[in-house]
């Protein structure tokens, strides 16, 4: 069963080293996060998986690494300075800030708000007679007036007017619609095709939370797929399905993911049709992926923004037009914390409770862990003998760990997810009584507990 708590999650990330609050000896930012050293393996292990599987395996993909700040004109064209706005309402008793959407769907949970403007959420907020949610106050709270997102600073060293203001991407989409040139004169890529890039994404959101859930720096993994616009429909269907099945190769149970098509009030300013792809955490309904068929909007803008010509030539008709874009977007942040949620669970096993992490093998921080039975050297220097094997002849992520009984290491890897715990015993070494255990060692499969042991000679071959 997946994680029935938010809590469960956060107090293991922290244990564990997965997630721990950041700049935390100073007290820690309100809600900024870093990832420790468990935490890092697997996002860069879902960040290695998703690059493999839609970039370097696909003929019709390449990726881009862009800088995180742009030409202020970028974040003009793209719309993104007029349109990325969330609306937002303060207490005037105690000066608390709240998202108007946010203290609405609190109050009335089946209460329709996407894409409502400021003024008609204000009226839904004195409709259903919302006060304070800190204070308590009632009749406390301002109109709602909108807030960008976009998070700014300054270049130049001079304070005052030689500053620049600039933003800290929002997306990183842009950076594919300004490259677009510079990709295709440098590939020999046709229609269809895409430009990928994973990276920061900064939002000044009025309200994160829900731990890396909605967070104001997350990392997002997406890519721009290039097409001509009959194609769109049949593009859009088949995007969808590589990002359900995405999913399904990790690991997540069809019950709890759904698809949510946007309403025609929720559609971001580029986009015609946006879907979801949704998870059901213990705190809702949540969008974890999503799918959104920008036209050509941001390339006709950029064009008409920039002076530069952003159209595509058909090789063989000679026709000359600006490509239409079909948009997959993952959150990365989020879908390591989305992981996490359905991958935990609690057993009991001989009457001992566990928490074990149902990962998949190939995402796991620790892929192989070499338990010697006990401190004595000889068997310590065979284990390490082992570990130094795996590591040289696999790309296996090996824990060494001789502390504590064997029964507290197997709980110690089953928490984090480690798929197959190896032990070294004295069979091992030819010193007990058991026939035939000379040269092998056990492995123990963290799922079906079954142990099994496996000649030494044959270890990496089982292993992969
Ligand atoms: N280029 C399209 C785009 O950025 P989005 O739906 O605004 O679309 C993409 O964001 C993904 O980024 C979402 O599906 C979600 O997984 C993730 N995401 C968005 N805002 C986030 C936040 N504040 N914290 C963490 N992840 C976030």
Same mark, same amino acid.
């Given at each position: 069963?997946?994680?029935?708590?938010?809590?469960?999650?956060?107090?293991?990330?922290?244990?564990?080293?997965?997630?721990?609050?950041?700049?935390?000896?100073?007290?820690?930012?309100?809600?900024?996060?870093?990832?420790?050293?468990?935490?890092?393996?697997?996002?860069?292990?879902?960040?290695?998986?998703?690059?493999?599987?839609?970039?370097?395996?696909?003929?019709?993909?390449?990726?881009?690494?862009?800088?995180?700040?742009?030409?202020?004109?970028?974040?003009?064209?793209?719309?993104?300075?007029?349109?990325?706005?969330?609306?937002?309402?303060?207490?005037?008793?105690?000066?608390?800030?709240?998202?108007?959407?946010?203290?609405?769907?609190?109050?009335?949970?089946?209460?329709?708000?996407?894409?409502?403007?400021?003024?008609?959420?204000?009226?839904?907020?004195?409709?259903?007679?919302?006060?304070?949610?800190?204070?308590?106050?009632?009749?406390?709270?301002?109109?709602?007036?909108?807030?960008?997102?976009?998070?700014?600073?300054?270049?130049?060293?001079?304070?005052?007017?030689?500053?620049?203001?600039?933003?800290?991407?929002?997306?990183?989409?842009?950076?594919?619609?300004?490259?677009?040139?510079?990709?295709?004169?440098?590939?020999?890529?046709?229609?269809?095709?895409?430009?990928?890039?994973?990276?920061?994404?900064?939002?000044?959101?009025?309200?994160?939370?829900?731990?890396?859930?909605?967070?104001?720096?997350?990392?997002?993994?997406?890519?721009?797929?290039?097409?001509?616009?009959?194609?769109?429909?049949?593009?859009?269907?088949?995007?969808?399905?590589?990002?359900?099945?995405?999913?399904?190769?990790?690991?997540?149970?069809?019950?709890?993911?759904?698809?949510?098509?946007?309403?025609? +009030?929720?559609?971001? %300013?580029?986009? =015609?049709?946006?879907? /979801?792809?949704? &998870?059901?955490? #213990?705190?809702?309904?949540?969008?974890?992926?999503?799918?959104?068929?920008?036209?050509?909007? +941001?390339?006709?803008? %950029?064009?008409? =923004?920039?002076?530069? /010509?952003?159209? &595509?030539?058909? #090789?063989?008709?000679?026709?000359?037009?600006?490509?239409?874009?079909?948009?997959?977007?993952?959150?990365?942040?989020?879908?390591?914390?989305?992981?996490?949620?359905?991958?935990?669970?609690?057993?009991?096993?001989?009457?001992?409770?566990?928490?074990?992490?149902?990962?998949?093998?190939?995402?796991?921080?620790?892929?192989?862990?070499?338990?010697?039975?006990?401190?004595?050297?000889?068997?310590?220097?065979?284990?390490?003998?082992?570990?130094?094997?795996?590591?040289?002849?696999?790309?296996?992520?090996?824990?060494?760990?001789?502390?504590?009984?064997?029964?507290?290491?197997?709980?110690?890897?089953?928490?984090?997810?480690?798929?197959?715990?190896?032990?070294?015993?004295?069979?091992?070494?030819?010193?007990?009584?058991?026939?035939?255990?000379?040269?092998?060692?056990?492995?123990?499969?963290?799922?079906?507990?079954?142990?099994?042991?496996?000649?030494?000679?044959?270890?990496?071959?089982?292993?992969?």
């Amino acid at each position: 069963m997946p994680a029935s708590s938010l809590d469960q999650i956060v107090s293991l990330c922290k244990r564990r080293g997965f997630v721990f609050p950041g700049s935390e000896i100073y007290g820690g930012l309100a809600n900024s996060w870093d990832y420790g050293p468990l935490g890092t393996e697997l996002k860069n292990a879902l960040r290695d998986w998703w690059w493999e599987r839609f970039v370097t395996k696909r003929q019709d993909m390449v990726g881009l690494d862009a800088a995180i700040l742009m030409n202020p004109l970028v974040w003009e064209a793209s719309g993104h300075v007029a349109n990325f706005n969330d609306a937002l309402v303060d207490c005037k008793e105690c000066k608390a800030r709240f998202r108007a959407d946010h203290l609405i769907q609190d109050k009335d949970p089946e209460r329709e708000v996407e894409g409502k403007d400021p003024a008609k959420l204000s009226s839904i907020i004195s409709e259903l007679k919302i006060g304070c949610s800190r204070c308590g106050k009632k009749g406390s709270l301002t109109d709602a007036r909108t807030f960008n997102l976009l998070f700014s600073t300054h270049l130049g060293a001079l304070q005052g007017e030689d500053q620049r203001e600039v933003y800290l991407r929002g997306e990183i989409a842009q950076a594919m619609f300004v490259n677009f040139k510079n990709v295709l004169n440098t590939t020999r890529l046709r229609l269809p095709f895409g430009i990928a890039s994973v990276g920061k994404a900064f939002r000044n959101e009025i309200t994160p939370g829900n731990f890396t859930f909605r967070t104001l720096e997350f990392d997002l993994m997406e890519f721009e797929y290039f097409i001509e616009e009959k194609n769109w429909e049949k593009i859009f269907d088949y995007w969808l399905t590589e990002e359900q099945a995405w999913l399904r190769e990790i690991g997540f149970s069809d019950e709890r993911v759904r698809v949510r098509a946007h309403t025609s +009030d929720e559609l971001s %300013h580029y986009s =015609k049709k946006t879907v /979801d792809v949704e &998870y059901q955490t #213990p705190f809702g309904w949540k969008e974890l992926f999503g799918l959104a068929y920008r036209t050509d909007f +941001d390339l006709k803008n %950029h064009t008409e =923004k920039s002076g530069e /010509d952003l159209q &595509y030539t058909d #090789p063989e008709s000679g026709d000359k037009f600006i490509p239409h874009a079909i948009e997959p977007t993952f959150g990365l942040s989020r879908l390591m914390l989305m992981v996490l949620l359905e991958a935990y669970d609690e057993d009991e096993i001989g009457g001992e409770k566990r928490t074990v992490l149902h990962l998949n093998p190939r995402i796991a921080p620790v892929q192989v862990a070499i338990l010697p039975l006990s401190r004595k050297e000889h068997l310590i220097a065979k284990a390490q003998e082992i570990y130094n094997q795996i590591q040289d002849q696999t790309n296996l992520r090996v824990d060494f760990d001789v502390t504590g009984s064997i029964g507290k290491r197997y709980r110690r890897q089953d928490e984090i997810g480690t798929p197959k715990c190896i032990t070294v015993d004295f069979g091992t070494l030819g010193e007990d009584d058991a026939q035939g255990k000379k040269d092998t060692v056990t492995i123990r499969d963290r799922d079906t507990l079954k142990q099994v042991h496996v000649p030494i000679d044959s270890l990496i071959d089982v292993l992969k």
